[in-house]
């Protein structure tokens, strides 16, 4: 079969399949310790739709002829790392929102640049349907959860993570300048965090 993927692109996905693997492993090992109720019910979708998007890129990248490459680290591998372990459900919901959104921001990013494989664009527009959702019922969640922690350590708890996500796409991104450049994809960053 011919290969119908620049070689960074077919490492940029590589590198979205593990990613969506990490999450998925990660948060369906949570849900074996959640209580029933709402977070258990909406985590439980949620990890089976990290798992599919797993899947998609896997099967968008052998159809376009390439390899799902194995890679060592997830991007979000390296919150823990720089921000410290969540200690906390709320906490681990906090960086889930701020990764997420980061998440549904690249994956726009890349569905703009020119020219883009309709396999790709596809694949892209089906993860985001589901990427927006977990977005918002973290968002409930975590409002849900205001009288029990507080708005305050709510938010800062979300700053914290939205301060280490900065950092760690800044390293990530000057890790791997040359490919994004190559794809047409190197985005200014917004200024705040919503
Ligand atoms: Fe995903
Ligand atoms: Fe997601």
Redo the contacts with the bound molecule.
């Keep these: 079969m011919p290969k119908n993927l620049k070689e960074n692109e077919e490492w940029l996905l590589s590198f979205y399949r593990t990613s ?1 693997i990490s ?1 998925a492993l990660f948060f369906g090992r949570l849900c074996k310790s959640l209580r029933p109720g709402p977070v258990q019910h909406d985590m439980s979708k ?1 990890f089976a ?2 798992a599919q ?1 797993a899947w998609l890129w896997t099967d968008c990248i052998s159809k376009l002829g390439g390899n799902a490459l194995k890679l060592a680290d997830a991007y979000q591998d390296q919150y823990l790392s720089v921000a410290g372990m969540p200690a906390n459900v709320m906490e681990i919901l906090a960086l889930t929102h701020v ?2 959104k980061r ?1 549904i921001r690249q994956y726009a990013l890349h569905s703009r640049v020119p020219d883009l494989n309709p396999e790709i664009s596809a694949t892209l527009g089906k993860i985001m349907d ?2 927006h959702w ?2 918002s019922w973290v968002h409930d969640a975590l409002l849900r959860m205001q009288p029990e922690y507080g708005k305050e350590y709510i938010e800062q708890t979300v700053k914290r993570f939205w301060e280490a996500d900065q950092e760690v796409y800044k390293r990530t991104m000057s890790e791997h300048e040359e490919r994004v450049r190559d794809l047409g994809m190197l985005a200014p960053e917004t200024k705040n965090q919503d």
Excluded: P, T
Aim: glycine share 8%; net charge negative.
């Design positions: 969506e999450g949620h739709d990290e998007h990764f997420e998440v589901d990427e977990h977005l």
